[in-house]
């Protein structure tokens, strides 16, 4: 079965200090992968989107993301979180033959300690 | 600006009412989606809709109905069959044909069961 899992529940980090959020899926076509953001109250925010060539893809407010086939992964990543970024992050996986549907997982929060 | 817009923000409903939830967009994408969100669930599929006057349920449609005879609009009902409808709903849309094909998200509407 599809399924995404994003293992951290929620993750605390301090302002400045690196964060990586974990995303690891299983889907039998070639997936395209996404990352959204979600601010309290609010709708989702596209960060990034993979979906072929090369696997380090770069998004919005300094976040990347690589997708590792081998490892059915696309972690997450900044070199230094802001105060502003505290949310909550959803992975998501779709693939050509789901007609633009999307799995989501479960979503991991960030808390950002200053 | 295009984009999407849901209304109202909140909405209250008695038990063994219908309402309706208005999701409309301007960004001439084919698809639109509702999805169901609760605390540590992620998003749960509705509906969806990839052209005017067709629709698919999603995962959870039990209690739900939709309607798509505009390619702009793509309301939700929450029926009085729904049995828990206290949540926060979100509309996307996306195009269909092209790759990667991510999704935009309104704002949202909180739905409370009094």
């Known amino acids: 079965a599809q399924s995404v899992t994003q293992p951290d529940i929620h993750i605390t980090v301090s302002e400045g200090a690196s964060l990586e959020l974990r995303c690891n899926y299983s889907?039998?076509?070639?997936?395209?992968l996404f990352w959204y953001v979600q601010s309290p109250g609010q709708g989702l925010q596209l960060l990034l989107k993979?979906?072929?060539?090369?696997?380090l893809v770069q998004g919005i407010k300094g976040f990347e993301a690589e997708f590792k086939r081998s490892q059915s992964s696309f972690n997450l990543r900044k070199p230094s979180v802001h105060w502003s970024d505290a949310a909550e992050y959803f992975c998501?996986?779709?693939?050509?033959?789901?007609?633009?549907?999307?799995?989501f997982g479960q979503g991991t929060e960030l808390s950002v300690k200053p | 600006d295009g984009g999407i817009t849901q209304s109202p923000k909140y909405l209250f409903r008695k038990e063994g009412q219908n309402v309706t939830l208005s999701c409309e967009q301007n960004?001439?994408?084919?698809?639109m989606y509702w999805y169901r969100q609760d605390p540590g669930q992620g998003l749960r599929l509705i509906y969806y809709?990839?052209?005017?006057?067709?629709?698919q349920k999603g995962d959870i449609a039990e209690g739900y109905s939709v309607s798509r005879e505009k390619k702009e609009s793509f309301p939700l009902t929450v029926t009085s069959a729904q049995k828990n409808p206290t949540a926060f709903y979100l509309c996307?849309?996306?195009?269909?044909?092209?790759?990667?094909?991510?999704?935009?998200f309104g704002p949202g509407t909180r739905l409370t069961v009094l």
């Open positions: 996307a849309s996306s195009f269909v044909a092209r790759q990667a094909k991510e999704q935009f």
């Open positions: 889907y039998g076509a070639t997936p395209y």
């Open positions: 993979y979906f072929s060539g090369d696997t």
């Open positions: 998501a996986v779709g693939a050509d033959n789901q007609g633009g549907k999307l799995i």
């Open positions: 960004l001439n994408h084919d698809a």
């Open positions: 809709s990839q052209i005017v006057n067709d629709f």
